[in-house]
């Protein structure tokens, strides 16, 4: 299951190496660039919450065997990742269940001063260097230890 979740995920994240490149020749981007930038991501948070591996709170609730309510306190209190959904309540990505990634979550808001899920969800998606270009999802899935990702996390937040 994670691993089919990782692969749908990584579709998600496309990079473009003209533009990349094209950036490091003007060191402001135009208002045509940040309007676009703008757009881009809401288009992207749009198809990440309707990706195949998010869930309702219901369906996270009945996943972890629990109440929808316990799962909004979650998200509340930072245990679990949710992010808002375009017309109500949040979503929440169905790979943070598995035990060695819900163990990490909790401390992985902490370690990036963070209580925006985007955040947390963008820190575990995005490939890392010092992960061999791996991301934190696909290094904890591979056993990496969680004390390494929240000092990676710790780092990035400063």
Known sequence: MLNHAITAISSLYPEDAK???????????????????LRSGAEFRKRRIAAAD???TDEAAELAGVSRVTINA??????????????????????????QIFEAIGPLFKALG???????LSFLENAQEALDRRTPL?????????????????????
């Not at 533009?19 to 930038?37: C, D, F, I």
């Not at 509340?76 to 035990?99: T, Y």
Request: hydrophobic residues 40%; charged residues 20%.
């Open 138 to 158: 696909v290094a904890l899935s591979q056993g990496e230890s969680v004390d390494r990702i929240i000092q990676l996390a710790m780092a990035e937040s400063h």
């Open 54 to 56: 998010m869930l309702t």
């Open 114 to 120: 963070t209580t925006d899920g985007w955040s947390l």
């Open 19 to 37: 533009e990349r490149a094209a950036s490091k020749a003007e060191p402001y981007a135009t208002p045509a660039q940040s309007a676009a930038v």
């Open 74 to 99: 979650w998200i509340k209190h930072n245990r679990c990742i949710g992010v808002a959904n375009l017309r109500r309540g949040f979503k929440l990505p169905k790979w943070q269940f598995e035990p």
